[in-house]
């Protein structure tokens, strides 16, 4: 069936090739403008073609894949690389852990409980 496809609706082949969890996240993607082709924002009812580059956001990773194959099912995760070539660079999937936590107060390990005066210290701190 795969083969004998012309063209396919972005949003089924952004759910199909696993780039969003469901059909409705692709297509409120392509509404909210965060689905591009060739620099320009596409609506969900767009068809997609093989050679096609698209630029996704999802989460805080915009994603470039091209496009290498149609389909209009969703498939396993090993054959998605048969109908999408991932182009994004290292440094955008390096985005999301580079946020850390950094703790306002640092209490060294193996010091103990904190006494009641530490406590209200620390009560202070987060009040402020």
Known sequence: MEADLKSVRI????WAVRLFKTRTQAADACRE?????GGQTVKASRDVRPGEIILAKVGDITRTIQVLGLLEKRVGAPRVKEFALDLTPEAELQK???RTF????VR?????RP???ERRDLEKLSEE
């Open 108 to 112: 060294p390990k193996g010091a103990g």
């Open 33 to 37: 403008g965060k689905v591009t082709i």
């Open 102 to 105: 950094v703790p306002i107060f």
């Open 96 to 98: 999301p852990r580079l």
């Open 11 to 14: 949003d089924k082949w952004l």
């Open 115 to 117: 006494t009641k005066k």
